[in-house]
């Protein structure tokens, strides 16, 4: 029999839950941050603070549009024009992304035809010397 005021084993006071949430000061504390251990909420820089942890980035940051260089100098495209088509070619031969250069959507699809075009007519490699010395 249960006396007046005593709770039977198995049930708690507050009722329906069948694991009630441990009480406050059961729960474990969390160890303090250390001061180089700033998280990414911080107004610090990553390379200032060496105590590891994450690294902070930085807020507000938007990197400058660049523009596109043929559009500018209203520059037209041409196969024969090596200066130009070397310093969009990277030195495995491969083309620049666009990100890279800055060119914009339209001249970027005219430079892949004439760069395709120099390499053709051999006045550009398709692959550099480099590429097969690596095998």
Same mark, same amino acid.
């Given at each position: ?21 441990? +009480? ?25 603070? &060496?105590?590891?942890?994450?690294? =902070?980035?930085?807020?507000?940051? !938007? ?10 100098? %209203? %520059?037209? @495209? ?15 031969? %491969? @083309?620049?992304? +666009?990100?890279? =250069?800055? =060119?914009?959507?339209? &001249?970027? !699809?005219?430079? +892949?035809?004439? @760069?395709?075009?120099?390499? &053709? ?6 692959? =550099?010397?480099?590429? &097969?010395? +690596?095998?």
């Amino acid at each position: 029999m249960i006396a007046e005021g005593e709770v039977p084993v198995g049930d708690s006071v507050e009722g329906s839950g069948a694991n009630p949430a441990p +009480a406050r000061e059961e729960r474990a504390a969390r160890p303090a941050r250390a001061p180089g251990n700033a998280g990414y909420r911080s107004g610090g820089d990553s390379r200032s603070d &060496h105590g590891g942890g994450r690294r =902070t980035r930085p807020r507000f940051f !938007r990197p400058r549009r660049s523009v596109c260089s043929f559009c500018v100098d %209203k %520059k037209v @495209i041409d196969y024969k024009d090596l200066g130009s088509l070397n310093r969009l070619v990277d030195a495995y031969g %491969k @083309i620049r992304a +666009a990100r890279k =250069t800055g =060119t914009c959507a339209k &001249h970027q !699809r005219r430079l +892949a035809v004439a @760069i395709k075009r120099a390499r &053709h007519l051999a006045l550009l490699p398709f692959a =550099t010397s480099r590429m &097969h010395r +690596a095998r």
